[in-house]
């Protein structure tokens, strides 16, 4: 059984560097077919896909945090990370990394495996 | 502001039905599979439907969903408590070029 779980910083400061890291168990990160990838969920909102990285390194992110979000994968340590420059108070969140499945972006099968969320504020 | 519109809140009955709907436009219901999702707050997020109709294994036939045109729908029969959750519907959108979600719907079965 594939498990997601997310490591990172609680709480961080304005305009610091978010980094997150989301360790896979039970599945090869290299397997191919699936595209592993960070989604947040902002207090009181609905879900927000931050990006995605496949086991090859190749990454797409959602338009709106372009230029401040990179991701890379580490298939030796199965394992994928998510960095956020220039943090915001906007952008406390609970953050979940999850396994998309589908052949993007002709065919979106779904979000079939999910991290527990880690919960992430930036206050000063 | 969500991509995709969904009712904030639906409650119903324990044994009722209830319909949550997911509106969006030609560029990502009307495009592409839509998939819904069930999360209790502070839990993993659990995969619903696939490809707008489709059950993963162990999830029970109670839950269904369909589309048509740019605007889908999950039903769920025979309500428990246990199905007290936020229900989120989500797809890819082809013109932003992102996997777009609703504004999800926080079920309260009374």
């Known amino acids: 059984q594939v498990q997601l779980q997310e490591s990172g910083p609680g709480l961080m400061k304005p305009s610091q560097t978010l980094s997150l890291t989301c360790t896979v168990s039970?599945?090869?990160?290299?397997?191919?077919?699936?595209?592993w990838s960070w989604i947040r969920q902002l207090p009181g909102k609905g879900l927000e896909w931050i990006g995605y990285i496949y086991y090859s390194g190749s990454a797409h992110y959602n338009p709106s945090l372009q230029g401040r979000v990179s991701t890379s994968v580490d298939t030796s340590g199965n394992r994928f990370s998510l960095k956020l420059n220039s943090v915001t108070a906007a952008d406390t969140a609970v953050y979940f990394c999850?396994?998309?499945?589908?052949?993007?972006?002709?065919?979106?099968?779904?979000?079939?495996?999910w991290g527990q969320g880690a919960t992430v504020t930036v206050s000063s | 502001q969500s991509v995709l519109t969904q009712p904030p809140s639906m409650s119903a009955a324990p044994g009722q039905k209830v319909t949550i709907s997911c509106s969006g436009s030609?560029?990502?219901?009307?495009?592409?599979?839509v998939s819904w999702y069930q999360h209790v707050p502070g839990t993993a997020p659990k995969l619903l439907i696939y490809d707008n109709h489709k059950r993963p294994s162990g999830i029970p036939d109670r839950f269904s969903g369909s589309k048509s045109g740019t605007s889908a729908t999950l039903d769920i029969t025979g309500l428990q408590t246990g199905d007290e959750a936020d229900y989120h519907c989500?797809?890819?959108?082809?013109?932003?070029?992102?996997?777009?979600f609703g504004g999800g719907t926080k079920l309260t079965v009374l």
């Open positions: 989500g797809t890819w959108d082809t013109s932003l070029s992102a996997v777009v």
């Open positions: 039970g599945e090869a990160i290299n397997g191919g077919g699936y595209y």
């Open positions: 999850a396994r998309v499945r589908g052949v993007l972006p002709y065919y979106f099968y779904g979000v079939d495996v």
């Open positions: 030609s560029s990502n219901i009307g495009k592409n599979s």
